[in-house]
């Protein structure tokens, strides 16, 4: 969940507090986030939770999709053990938010990092 931070400023008496540029962005982007997640008729009709459980994750939306943080996992590609990094994304189908991992790049153990197709 994002957090607001206050921040009493140099020039200011009193009890007063002013929300950070950063905090201010974060709601923002919370209440963006919301308002998206809410498009899915699953939400709506109860079929899919009413806050995106992976909400925290969120890095990005644009129509139709939710694009989340990256992580490294281990894994395999072309039959060898790998470190993963592969992130979340969510598609808006049929009125739910149908959820696919994919892989931005990989890297053997003892190799540098390599893109994946």
């Known amino acids: 969940m994002s957090r ?6 140099a020039d200011q008496l009193g009890n007063v507090w ?11 982007f919370r ?5 998206h997640w809410e498009q899915a008729e699953a939400v ?3 079929r899919q939770p009413r806050i ?3 909400g925290i994750e969120l890095e990005e939306i644009d129509e139709g999709i939710r694009i ?12 060898r053990p790998a470190i993963l990094s592969q992130h979340l994304v969510k598609r808006l189908a049929n009125g739910e938010w149908e959820n696919d991992v994919e892989v931005d790049c990989y890297r ?10």
């Open 18 to 28: 002013v929300v950070e540029r950063v905090g201010a962005e974060a709601v923002t």
């Open 68 to 79: 989340y943080r990256s992580h490294e996992v281990p894994g395999t590609m072309d039959g």
């Open 44 to 46: 709506g009709d109860g």
């Open 31 to 35: 209440v963006a986030q919301q308002t």
């Open 52 to 54: 995106d459980p992976d």
């Open 108 to 117: 053997y153990p003892d190799e540098p990092r390599r893109r994946a197709n």
């Open 4 to 9: 607001i931070t206050l921040e009493r400023t």
